[in-house]
């Protein structure tokens, strides 16, 4: 079991950044894909950002350029550094973890809402 908790949503402007951090309760590091997805209401589920067992990170088109994932192996803690935000960025964000399997091509943005492991998520809301 991995415990996941998600926090550092708040609201902000267009143009500032924020900085999200998921802090596991276990070592993740090894084995497993992490990621971020977020749901706004009336909107698609969207991952976000994914990063592979060997620490490469892979980002959705509408986020890539603006937003980096990256981990503290130390702390267990992944995050999400969201630079340039925009009001199509309001959702609620959640991390999201999975056991990779043999290979790590399950550790791309497009799977990480369908990840077994996930937080309560962290609310992000860029006014104009």
């Known amino acids: 079991q991995v415990q996941l908790v998600e926090s550092g949503g708040g609201s902000v402007q267009t143009g500032e950044s924020l900085r999200l951090s998921c802090a596991a309760s276990?070592?993740?590091?090894?084995?497993?894909?992490m990621g971020w997805f977020r749901q706004a209401p009336g909107k698609e589920r969207e991952g976000v950002a994914a990063?592979?067992?060997?620490?490469?990170?892979t980002y959705a088109d509408s986020v890539k350029g603006r937003f980096t994932v990256s981990q503290d192996n130390a702390k267990n803690i992944l995050y999400l550094q969201m630079n340039r935000v925009q009001p199509e960025d309001t959702a609620m964000y959640y991390c999201?973890?999975?056991?990779?399997?043999?290979?790590?091509?399950?550790?791309?943005?497009?799977?990480?809402?369908?990840?077994?492991?996930r937080g309560q998520g962290t609310q992000v809301t860029v006014s104009s």
């Open positions: 999201a973890a999975e056991l990779a399997g043999p290979s790590s091509t399950y550790c791309t943005p497009v799977n990480v809402g369908d990840y077994g492991y």
């Open positions: 276990r070592y993740t590091n090894s084995g497993y894909c």
């Open positions: 990063i592979d067992t060997r620490g490469k990170p």
